[in-house]
C-alpha cells in the first residue's frame, strides 16, 4: 500500500515458517507480499455534492425594432457527486451534469470534452517538517463529443441532464490505494472534474468549467474489484 517512490511506504506480507526434523533439523522460512485493503460497509443515502458554475457565450438574438442585436447566451452547470465524497473501488464514478438555461437565448450549448482526474496526497509526519506527495491519476479523459443539448428552443429555467452515457462507464481501478489516516502518514484524495463546452456563432467559442471536490476513496465487500 503506498507509493515505492515516496519517502514512507507501507507494506504488507505473509510470513510462513516450516520446521524440518531430521539429522539437520532446520527452518525454512518465505516471505510473499500481498495488496491490503480493507473493506467498509457503504452508507445508504449520502447526501450529494455539487459544484456550479456560470458558462457564457457572446450571442446575438432577433430584435423588432433593432433587428439583430449582440448579446450574452448563460448557462448554469451543475456537477454533482451522487453519493457524496465517498467513490467505491471497481465502480463507476457517480458523476451527473446538469445545465440550466438562465439566459433568453436561440442558441444551443456543446458538452464537447470531459476528464476525470483523480488527485492523490500522501502527508507523512516524520521528522521535524512534514513531507507531502502528491500523484496526478487521469481516470478517463474524451474529446470532440459533440454532446447538443437541446436548450436552444427551451423556454428560459429549463435544465438538461447528462450522465455518464455521454462521455462513457469508467470504473475506478482496484489498484488505487483507498483513503486512511494514521499516527504519521495520511493518505488523501480529490477528484478534479474538467469539462468543455462549445457556443456561439458557429460553435466556434470554447468555456472550461473546473471543479474539485474532496473525496474518500473506499473498497467494498461488494465491490467488482
Not at 170 to 181: D, K, N, R, V, Y
Request: hydrophobic share 35%.
Amino acid at each position: 500500500m503506498g507509493n515505492y517512490a515516496s519517502n514512507v511506504e507501507i507494506t504488507y506480507s505473509i510470513e510462513a515458517s516450516v520446521t524440518v526434523d531430521g539429522i539437520f533439523k532446520h527452518v525454512i522460512r518465505k516471505s510473499q507480499q500481498i495488496k491490503f485493503c480493507p473493506v467498509v460497509n457503504l452508507q445508504p443515502h449520502l447526501k450529494p455534492l455539487m459544484r456550479r458554475q456560470e458558462v457564457t457565450f457572446p450571442s446575438r438574438c432577433k430584435d423588432e425594432g433593432m433587428g439583430s442585436v449582440s448579446t450574452t447566451a448563460a448557462y448554469q452547470v451543475s456537477v454533482e457527486l451522487s453519493r457524496g465524497e465517498e467513490i467505491v473501488l471497481g465502480r463507476s464514478l457517480p458523476v451527473t451534469v446538469d445545465i440550466t438555461k438562465v439566459d433568453p437565448t436561440s442558441e444551443d450549448i456543446v458538452l464537447n470534452d470531459y476528464q476525470a482526474m483523480l488527485i492523490e496526497e500522501t502527508v507523512s509526519r516524520v521528522g521535524v517538517k512534514p513531507q507531502a506527495q502528491r500523484v496526478f491519476r487521469i481516470l478517463r479523459t474524451v474529446s470532440n463529443l459533440n454532446t447538443a443539448t437541446g436548450l436552444a428552443d427551451k423556454p428560459l429555467g429549463t435544465t438538461i441532464n447528462l450522465s455518464s452515457n455521454s462521455w462513457g462507464e469508467h470504473a475506478l481501478p482496484g489498484t488505487i490505494t483507498p483513503t486512511f489516516e494514521m499516527r504519521n502518514i495520511a493518505h488523501s484524495h480529490r477528484l478534479e472534474v474538467r469539462l468543455g463546452f462549445k457556443g456561439g456563432s458557429k460553435k466556434a467559442q470554447t468555456r472550461i468549467v473546473e471543479v474539485q471536490f474532496p473525496v474518500k476513496v473506499v473498497a467494498s465487500a461488494s465491490s467488482d474489484s
